[in-house]
């Protein structure tokens, strides 16, 4: 298969790791490399999803050839960021952290990481010739483990937005294929697939991150909106952002009651169940929905990119990095590396993909036999043309989403108008930031 277009070069700096690759790779492998470090235990968080189980399937011929163990702790998502900070805050016991992209900058700036090229300064021996990070698809290589033009982690967990939907509901609507807009969505597929227990769509909004990223953000940018404007003030009571967060509260009435407390879970199982036609959710969740163990409508699933909005098709990104910890020693830092790089090679992405995980080389989307996997094409193509900043990636986030979930979720309730809502979202999140000297120049506003 091969790539849409050519990726042109991203505002990430990529061409300095060449210095610390081994100039002759002749001889270099994973064991000889490891072989130091044998014995050493490395503690890293995973979450409860399909990218982590394909790796921990994986996992046994890296210990096994390396000596290196991996201790897994398991957190759902919504405890994962606390623990780990929690940990790095204690001086803990953290090897690797996994970093979600509006993560980063809290770990960067609290120098819980260490960059990529240090960490390959530090052990030259241990690179990869073959690690080649021109690999990876620009956009999120800087979006999940790029910080102010420093490379602190390498895509592990990688997501894009996919309008996932049961060709068997459509085809029996009289639909021959998926909308291509929001407003079909809403106005021409939702009356027709509405009724007797069915809905047209589900749309992940539980007041946590779901709210803020799945919910809230994925109806600002198609419609021109979005959380700031270029000077970092509240941008969602204009014109484009109140389009979409009203769009957003029209399409509820095709969405199951209590859509505001759907995680991905739920949503995901009432398509798999065959309750729900369509649903915007992450590549990550393919495996699940196309499983006849776990979905009910596996024959029907078919894949298309995120409905375009009055901006375009603006689909949501989300994903994770692996980067070392500051806090782990010399031998823990090492092992840790290896860890990393392997799991995110590209002699691994073609296994992890068949396991269930979503790989960010480009080079396994251009391999013979991906036909299977229906969500590759649409991927591709959110990768080459999505949008960086669908959430701010700035070190204030995990503060601002917490208000963006309450006031997110009360406006789905009907608590507030979108205008209400919108105005606290906006007043809270700037005080945040002028607290944190955006405003005040000791911070630049482009991260």
């Known amino acids: 298969m091969k790539l849409l277009r050519n990726l042109s070069c991203f505002t990430v700096l990529a061409s300095f790791f060449a210095t610390f690759a081994v100039a002759d790779g002749h001889g270099w492998s994973l064991k000889n490399a490891a072989e130091p470090y044998a014995g050493t235990t490395v503690d890293v968080v995973f979450l409860l999803r399909p990218g982590y189980e394909a790796i921990e399937a994986m996992l046994p011929a890296f210990e096994e050839e390396t000596g290196i163990s991996i201790n897994i702790i398991k957190h759902p998502y919504e405890n994962a960021l606390g623990e780990q900070v929690r940990d790095f805050v204690a001086g803990g016991d953290l090897d690797i952290a996994l970093i979600d992209l509006v993560w980063i900058g809290n770990f960067a700036e609290n120098e819980w990481i260490v960059p990529l090229a240090d960490v390959q300064a530090k052990f030259p021996e241990i690179v990869d ?25 390498l895509p592990f967990d990688n997501y894009s937005g996919l309008l996932f939907y049961n060709r068997c509901m459509l085809e029996g609507a009289g639909f021959d294929g998926p909308p291509a ?10 009356p027709a697939l509405t009724g007797d227990g069915k809905y047209a769509f589900a749309l992940q909004s539980k007041r946590n991150e779901t709210q803020s990223a799945d919910s809230f953000a994925r109806v600002l940018w198609p419609f021109g909106g979005s959380f700031l404007d270029a000077d970092f003030r509240s941008n969602l009571n204009s014109a484009e952002s109140q ?3 009203k769009f957003r509260q029209d399409l ?17 199982n009432a398509f798999s169940q065959g309750d729900v036609a369509m649903i915007t959710e992450w590549s990550a969740f393919y495996s699940t929905v196309v499983s006849p163990e776990t979905s009910k409508v596996a024959e029907c699933v078919e ?25 782990a020693d010399e031998a823990e830092q090492a092992a840790a590396y290896l860890f990393i790089q392997w799991a995110t090679s590209k002699a691994n ?8 995980g979503v790989p960010a080389r480009q080079s396994v989307y251009m391999e013979e036999g991906l036909e299977d996997f229906k969500f590759v094409p649409a991927l591709v193509e959110s990768w080459q043309d999505g949008v960086p900043e669908f959430r701010p990636r700035f070190a204030e986030w995990p503060e601002i989403t917490e208000i963006v979930q309450e006031w997110g979720t009360k406006i789905m309730l009907g608590d507030v108008t979108t205008e209400e809502g919108a105005q606290e979202i906006g007043t809270r999140m700037e005080a945040v930031l002028e607290a944190a000297g955006y405003y005040s120049g000791d911070k630049p506003l482009a991260q």
């Open 243 to 245: 389009t979409g967060l």
């Open 181 to 190: 807009t929001w407003e079909e969505l809403k106005d021409v597929y939702g």
């Open 252 to 268: 509820m009435q095709y969405m199951p009651d209590g859509i505001v407390a759907y995680d991905h879970a739920e949503t995901v």
């Open 129 to 153: 010739p073959d690690l080649d990070i021109d690999d990876f698809f620009p956009l999120v290589l800087n979006a999940f483990g790029g910080w102010n033009d420093t490379v602190y982690g």
């Open 303 to 327: 894949i298309a990119p995120e409905p375009m909005g009055p901006a375009g098709r603006k689909p949501a990104l989300g994903g994770f990095s692996l980067a070392v910890a500051s806090q």
């Open 349 to 356: 992405a073609r296994e992890y993909l068949e396991r269930g």
